[in-house]
């Protein structure tokens, strides 16, 4: 199947990749990776193929409310991981607690929190990131240039401001699918 991952990605999509191509597979087995900007629906799909041609076992989250029936099966066949989102849980320390219990686990995290405009990113990640001990690997889906850049691993430091700063600049000048959202 990757082959056809690699035809409708290059071929079909028109899309390239830049940078750190294996995610450093090799040597990373678990890190958190941010995905941005997220705004539409087709970053879902963009970020499947992306996994699938680089050969990448990524993880994501969702309310256990999904995670039912065939559907439920199908989410945690590509990854998916359930997480109660009720008030009162600590989902930073629920979510670390799945990078303990794994020995490769990967999990992509959209920074704003939502496929709308925001001003500020929500820092969860980044508090993942520190509590599970594990590095953030960004990536841009900037589908004005149809590409998808990725850095190396960057393990985050004791000062957020200065880490916030130095992960957006990686983002900057990228365009989403709803530019008027990016």
Not at 67 to 92: C, H, M
Not at 120 to 135: C, D, L, Q, S
Not at 156 to 164: E, G, M, S, V
């Amino acid at each position: 199947m990757r082959w056809l991952a690699k035809f409708i990605y290059f071929k079909l999509l028109g899309w390239k990749i830049v940078g750190n191509t294996t995610f450093s597979k090799e040597t990373i087995k678990k890190a958190v990776i941010v995905a941005a900007p997220h705004t539409s629906w087709h970053d879902f799909y963009i970020g499947v193929l992306l996994r699938k041609v680089v050969g990448i076992k990524t993880n994501f989250i969702g309310k256990k409310e999904l995670f039912v029936g065939p559907f439920g099966w199908y989410l945690r066949a590509i990854g998916g991981e359930s997480l109660d989102r009720t008030s009162g849980q600590n989902k930073v320390q629920a979510i670390a607690q799945m990078f303990k219990d794994k020995d490769e686990f990967r999990l992509t995290l959209a920074p704003e929190g939502t496929r709308k405009k925001v001003d500020k990113w929500r820092t969860g990640f980044y508090y993942i990131a520190k509590e599970a001990n594990v590095p953030i690997i960004m990536f841009t889906l900037d589908f004005k240039n149809k590409e998808n850049k990725i850095s190396e691993p960057f393990y985050p430091t004791d000062d957020i401001d200065a880490d916030l700063k130095f992960m957006k600049e990686f983002y900057k000048g990228v365009v989403g699918k709803v530019p008027e959202y990016s």
